[in-house]
């Protein structure tokens, strides 16, 4: 009998059902939260397949975020990989707690307060994973950023609306921080669609399943993108109506503050229109943009 048989033993054999996932609420007497993002994916061959779909090689360590009842863990337990496991609400982890063992650890806390350094010394080797809740998925991607050069691969099951803001092109109404920052770091896959008849309970929208690969490209210099890049569309975005221009001067951009003939200037020196809105700029040209910001900037006082 395989490790993973003697962990399911622990399991109700509804586990993989809504029926089961309605029981589990009750047990654990919670009422879902739509705050927290608590629609569970239960459906077991979706699971499946969405861990085959990453594609990630055998005994590597799978850091999950927002376990919940712990549906998509165990699909990863069944591959052979370990996995870390973040869940905020502890009530939902009574069958978890369980299956402790050299394969799983669980921390009952919120991943924007955890320093998940420790987990990649020694080795290279390390995914991450997670079903993000639609109102704090930014700030999760943009907290677990922190450790972009040391993950091998990323898959977020996110709601539709999130996954279109990430994919979505320049001049393209969802395209924004978001979008810039992702498509800059990452080759960006849409491996599935999953429909709300998987989730207990059943959300209003459709979800995506994607794979995020870093591009670790030689030129990217990551030290620019937070110093630099990041403020830089941050300030961006800030007015979407306003011309790009007129946003560049009214904050600072890492530790300088532009006037718009400065902003105005940065522009033409890379044959952007001074009229553009920030919405009409790549992520490669923010990426110049702040390069060409910070090489002027740094030289003088």
């Known amino acids: 009998m395989s490790e993973f048989n003697r962990l399911s033993e622990l399991f109700p054999q509804d586990f993989f059902s809504r029926k089961g996932v309605e029981r589990l609420c ?3 007497e919670i009422a879902p939260s739509k705050a ?11 699971l499946d397949a969405m861990v085959r779909d990453l594609e990630v ?6 850091i999950e975020i927002g376990c919940g009842f712990g ?24 069958w978890l707690m369980g299956c402790v063992g050299d394969r799983l650890q669980i921390h009952c806390c919120d991943i924007l307060t955890y320093d998940l350094s420790p987990y990649f010394e020694g080795s290279s080797d390390v995914f991450i994973v997670g079903n993000l809740p639609y109102s704090s998925a930014s700030s999760m991607l943009f907290y677990l ?33 978001l979008s810039v ?16 008849g998987c989730f207990y309970p ?48 009214e904050a600072p951009i890492g530790a300088r503050r532009l006037t718009k003939e ?22 490669d040209q923010y990426a110049s943009l702040a390069g060409l910001i910070s090489s002027i900037c740094l030289k003088t006082p």
């Open 57 to 62: 090689p055998h005994k590597s360590k799978v």
């Open 262 to 283: 400065q902003s105005e200037d940065f522009l033409k020196m890379l044959d952007l229109d001074v009229n553009c809105r920030a919405q009409d700029v790549s992520p």
């Open 145 to 177: 950023l922190k450790w972009y050069e040391r993950v091998q691969q990323w898959g977020f099951l996110l709601q539709r609306e999130v996954g279109e803001r990430i994919k979505a092109k320049p001049g393209h109404r969802e395209y924004g921080r």
């Open 26 to 28: 009750r047990e654990a």
């Open 71 to 94: 549906h998509l863990t165990v699909s990863i337990l069944d591959c052979g990989y370990s996995v870390v496991a973040f869940e905020t609400d502890g009530r939902l982890l009574k």
């Open 202 to 249: 059943r959300p209003k929208v459709e979800s995506v399943w994607m794979r995020l690969l870093p591009r670790h490209r030689a030129d990217m210099d990551m030290k620019l993108v937070w110093d630099w890049m990041e403020p830089l569309v941050r300030t961006a975005f800030m007015h979407r109506r306003k011309k790009l221009c007129s946003n560049l001067s």
């Open 181 to 196: 920052i992702l498509q800059y770091l990452f080759e960006i896959q849409v491996l599935r669609r999953v429909g709300p």
């Open 36 to 46: 927290l993002g608590q629609n569970f994916l239960y459906q077991r061959t979706t």
